[in-house]
């Protein structure tokens, strides 16, 4: 089954879903970084963490499509940039277990705060793209 208007339409939805998450996540950190919240920015964790949930399942689908030998541009830029932040985070992920992160503050800032900002533009700019070119014209 080679995917449909409905299964990209459900890849973008989730593309979107992951860059409006991503971005609340990306602005409640500048704002913690910027005024920090103590322990009322622990929910900002938990955002970060649910975004997590339309990225893995956007590219579950976007890579099963591409396997199936769809060629979609977007599609596959979408799969790219959702497969680098997965990465991006498994290493940060793996840095922070090791007990070898950088210290101070401004490593950790950068390291959880710039890849986000950049994703969250990009996989956000590029599904509102996809449903802006979709959308049927009146006419």
Known sequence: MLPGRRSLTVLFGLFLAAGVTVGAYFLWAVANWIWPQGEGAFGMLYVGELSFVPAVLAWLIGGTCLVMGFRDRDVRL??????????????????????????????????????????????TALAARWFWQAAPRPG
Not at 89 to 118: D, H, N, Q, R, Y
């Open 78 to 123: 979408g799969v790219a940039l959702t497969t680098a932040h997965l990465l991006w985070w498994v290493l940060v992920f793996a840095i922070g277990t090791s007990g070898k992160a950088p210290p101070g503050k401004w490593p950790t800032i950068l390291m959880t705060g710039v890849e986000p900002g950049l994703y969250a533009v990009s996989i």
